[in-house]
C-alpha cells in the first residue's frame, strides 16, 4: 500500500523535474540564437549590427517583465503565472521558427523574452514552498540552479546539430513538442500558490521600473560600439538616473510595490544579494572573452569550443548536492565565502593561458571554478527565499534574478571595455620599446604581429586578474551575511 507521505515526496521531486525543463528549455534557447546568427543574417541579408538587435531585444524584455511576473505570481498564484509563461513561451517560439523578416523575428524573441522571464521567480517560488525543510531545499534550489551552467553548456552541443541539419529556424520549433511536455507536468504536479487576487497592481511602478531597467541595460549592451560618453549613453545615464528615483518614490509608499524596499532592511537578504551580483559580475565578464580567446588564438570550433565547457555543468551539478548537505553543520557565510574564494583561484589560473595552451589548461581552472560556484549556489539561493515571508519569495526572486542579469550584462560590458582598452595601451607600450635592426619587410610584419599578439594576452591576462578580484572581495563579503541555524534546520535572519 502507498503511504501518502511517500507519494507527497515523489510529487516534491516530481515538481523540481517539472520546473527544471522550463528553466534549461528557456536558458537553453538563449545560448543557441547566437549560434543561429550566421545563418540568419544570410537568410534576411541583414548586416551584422541589426542582427545584434535579435539578443539585444531581448536581453530588454526579460530584464524589465522579471520582477512584473515575480509580483503577479505572489499575488495572483504561482502556477497560474507559471503556466501563463510557459504557454506564450511556447507560441512565441512558433511564431519566431516563422518569421519572414528581420523585424517580426525581433517582436517574436520579444514576445519570447516577455514569457520567459516569468519562469525564474515563478520557478524559484515554487521550489522555496514546495521544499519548505532548510537543507532539502538548499539542495533543490541548487540542482535548479545549477541548470542554467547545463543549458549554457549542452546549448552549442544541441544547436549545432540542429542548425547544420534542419536550419536556424529547428531551434524555435524543437520548443514545441519539449514545452507540451513540460506544460502537461506543470498542469498536473505543480500545486497553486494562495495568491491575494484583490491587491491593487503597482502600474506606474512597473513602467518606471522598465523604463529605468531598459535605459540601463540598453547602454550596457551597446556602450561599447556606440562609446560610453556619446549621446545615446548620456540619454540613457539620465533615464537611468531619473526614472530609477521615480520608481523609488512610488515603490517605497505602495501597498503593494513591484520591489518591496523592506528586503533591503535584512542583512542576511542584502548581503547575499551584493554577493551574488559580485560573483555574477566576476563570472560573466570573464568567461564571456573566455570562448573568443580559445577560438581566435587556440583555433577551436564552435563546437569543440562546447566540449571544453562540458565539466563545467558536471562539476556544478557535482558540487550542489555538497553545499546543501553542509547546512545546519557549516555557517551559511563560511561556505559562500570559501565558494566563491574558489571561484577566483579558478578565475586567476586563466591568467596562465597563452597561444601553446592545451586542453587541460582550459578544463582545470573552469573545474575548479565551477565547482566553487556550485557549492554556494544553494546556500545562496536558499538565504534568499528564506529571508522574506511565504508570500513574498516571488518578489524576493525577481529581485535576485534581476540583479544576477544587471550584474551578468555589467560585467562583460566592463571586461570588453578593459580588453579592448588594454590591448590598445600594451600595443603602444610594447610598440615604443621595440627596436627592428632591419629593412626586411617580411621580419617586420613578423615582429609586428608578436607585438600584437603579445599585447592581447597581456590584455586577457590583465581581465581574469581583475575578475578574480572582484570574486576576492564578494568572498570577503560573503563573511558579513549574518544568520543564525536553529536545531531544525531553519534559518533565523537578523535585521
Not at 500545486?191 to 506606474?204: C, L, M, N, V, Y
Not at 533591503?264 to 560573466?284: D, P
Not at 558536471?314 to 553542509?326: D, E, K, T, V
Not at 524576493?396 to 566592463?414: D, K, Q
Amino acid at each position: 500500500m502507498i503511504r501518502m507521505a511517500d507519494l507527497r515526496d515523489n510529487t516534491r521531486w516530481l515538481i523540481l523535474l517539472t520546473v527544471i525543463i522550463g528553466t534549461f528549455m528557456g536558458r537553453l534557447d538563449q545560448t543557441i540564437v547566437n549560434l543561429a546568427l550566421p545563418k540568419i543574417i544570410s537568410e534576411f541579408s541583414i548586416s551584422v549590427p541589426d542582427a545584434g538587435w535579435i539578443a539585444t531585444a531581448y536581453i530588454l524584455a526579460n530584464a524589465i517583465f522579471v520582477p512584473v511576473w515575480g509580483k503577479l505570481g505572489d499575488t495572483q498564484g504561482r502556477k497560474k503565472i507559471y503556466i501563463l509563461g510557459f504557454t506564450i513561451f511556447i507560441f512565441g517560439s512558433v511564431l519566431a521558427g516563422l518569421a519572414w523578416n528581420l523585424n517580426s523575428l525581433i517582436v517574436f524573441r520579444i514576445i519570447q523574452a516577455i514569457a520567459g522571464s516569468a519562469d525564474y521567480p515563478t520557478a524559484m517560488a515554487i521550489i522555496a514552498v514546495t521544499f519548505r525543510q532548510g537543507k532539502e531545499r538548499a539542495e533543490a534550489l541548487g540542482i535548479w540552479s545549477a541548470s542554467f551552467a547545463a543549458a549554457a553548456v549542452f546549448g552549442p552541443l544541441l544547436g549545432g546539430p540542429l542548425i547544420d541539419t534542419f536550419g536556424w529556424r529547428s531551434i524555435f520549433l524543437v520548443n514545441l513538442p519539449v514545452g507540451i511536455i513540460g506544460l502537461i507536468m506543470a498542469l498536473i504536479f505543480v500545486q497553486e500558490s494562495k495568491g491575494r487576487p484583490t491587491a491593487k497592481f503597482d502600474i506606474w511602478g512597473a513602467i518606471t521600473l522598465g523604463i529605468c531597467l531598459s535605459s540601463f541595460v540598453l547602454v550596457l549592451d551597446q556602450g561599447l560600439d556606440w562609446g560610453w560618453m556619446s549621446t545615446n549613453s548620456l540619454l540613457c545615464y539620465f533615464g537611468t538616473v531619473v526614472f530609477g528615483c521615480i520608481f523609488y518614490l512610488i515603490d517605497s509608499s505602495h501597498p503593494e510595490p513591484i520591489v518591496d524596499f523592506k528586503f533591503f532592511k535584512i542583512n542576511a537578504f542584502v548581503n547575499a544579494l551584493v554577493n551574488n551580483v559580485v560573483v555574477f559580475m566576476g563570472m560573466m565578464g570573464g568567461l564571456f572573452i573566455l570562448p573568443v580567446f580559445v577560438q581566435t588564438y587556440l583555433g577551436y570550433s564552435a563546437t569543440e569550443t562546447g566540449y571544453l565547457f562540458m565539466p563545467m555543468a558536471f562539476s556544478m551539478l557535482i558540487a550542489a548536492p555538497i553545499g546543501s548537505s553542509l547546512i545546519g553543520r557549516v555557517q551559511p557565510k563560511y561556505v559562500i565565502a570559501f565558494s566563491t574564494l574558489l571561484a577566483a583561484i579558478g578565475l586567476f589560473l586563466f591568467t596562465g593561458l597563452d597561444p601553446r595552451s592545451g586542453a587541460l589548461d582550459l578544463i582545470l581552472p573552469i573545474v575548479i571554478m565551477a565547482f566553487g560556484m556550485g557549492i554556494g549556489m544553494p546556500q545562496r539561493t536558499n538565504i534568499i527565499a528564506s529571508a522574506v515571508p511565504e508570500s513574498e519569495i516571488g518578489i524576493a526572486s525577481s529581485v535576485l534574478a534581476l540583479a544576477r542579469n544587471i550584474a551578468g550584462a555589467f560585467g562583460i560590458a566592463l571586461f570588453a571595455t578593459i580588453l579592448k582598452e588594454s590591448t590598445g595601451n600594451y600595443a603602444l607600450a610594447l610598440a615604443q620599446n621595440t627596436v627592428i635592426n632591419t629593412l626586411d619587410p617580411m621580419v617586420k610584419a613578423e615582429v609586428i604581429a608578436l607585438v600584437a599578439l603579445k599585447a592581447q594576452m597581456l590584455a586577457y591576462h590583465e581581465v581574469f586578474i581583475i575578475a578574480s578580484a572582484i570574486l576576492l572581495a564578494g568572498a570577503a563579503l560573503a563573511l558579513t551575511i549574518k544568520v543564525k541555524e536553529t536545531k531544525t534546520g531553519r534559518e533565523v535572519f537578523a535585521d
